[in-house]
């Protein structure tokens, strides 16, 4: 079965540092995602991207993040200046189908992002 | 806005016993509804949704859940407990309405343990 991956899979950064945490969404999904679970909270939505623009974004989605598809495979989250509050596990997801809000997302197994 | 609850952080159950996980949800209008579950060192998974139509939906391993609209639920139950349904359970809703976006809006998820 298809499966969105993540790398990598823990992360550890100093804080200031640019990081760039990396998904493949499955290959015939159109819609894609990044989530943030910080330890001990809610699962908390951060961007969608659809056509190679972002669709929707959530106030935590500030100047410091930015997201790309580079290539056809690829979806990449940028966080530009890391700072301690950005420590969380970052999860990708990708969707076959964003628009109609019946379909799942599929999520990837996360990266684990610490910053010191 | 959206919300949703999981009013129990953590379930025990025995083994071969039935389980029953919680979530109640606030949104206006009928919600499409979610569960995903979440494994050690894995990604979320996804077990079942609400759409519409029967109130009562099957899914993955075994699980259901009942939507119930008018105490605003949607408990996940599974009739006979494994040990490996030890997990972390996200319930999770979607609003029809564009104005809610895209994202899933998750509960503070429930963990799970089965007990042999």
């Known amino acids: 079965e298809p499966e969105v991956t993540q790398t990598p899979s823990h992360q550890v950064t100093q804080m200031g540092q640019e990081v760039i945490l990396r998904c493949v969404p499955i290959s015939n999904h159109l819609y894609f995602y990044w989530y943030r679970q910080i330890l001990g909270q809610k699962v908390e939505f951060l961007v969608s991207f659809y056509n190679n623009e972002i669709s929707e974004k959530s106030e935590i989605f500030d100047d410091q993040f930015s997201v790309e598809r580079p290539d056809g495979s690829n979806f990449t989250l940028k966080i530009r200046s890391t700072k301690l509050e950005d420590s969380a596990m970052y999860f990708c997801?990708?969707?076959?189908?964003?628009?109609?809000?019946?379909?799942?997302?599929?999520f990837g197994p996360g990266t684990r992002l610490t910053v010191t | 806005a959206q919300s949703v609850a999981q009013p129990e952080d953590q379930v025990n159950v025995a083994e071969g016993n039935p389980l029953t996980v919680k979530c109640t949800y606030s949104v206006s209008g009928n919600p499409y509804l979610f569960w995903y579950v979440q494994y050690p060192n894995r990604g979320l998974q996804f077990l079942l949704k609400y759409i519409t139509g029967d109130n009562l939906v099957k899914g993955s391993y075994g699980f259901e859940a009942e939507f119930n609209k008018s105490q605003t639920s949607f408990h996940l139950k599974k009739p006979s407990a494994l040990v490996s349904d030890s997990a972390l359970y996200f319930c999770?809703?979607?609003?029809?309405?564009?104005?809610?976006?895209?994202?899933?809006?998750f509960g503070p998820g429930t963990r799970l343990s089965v007990l042999p």
């Open positions: 997801a990708s969707s076959e189908k964003g628009l109609d809000r019946s379909y799942e997302q599929y």
């Open positions: 999770a809703v979607r609003g029809l309405f564009p104005a809610y976006g895209q994202n899933f809006v």
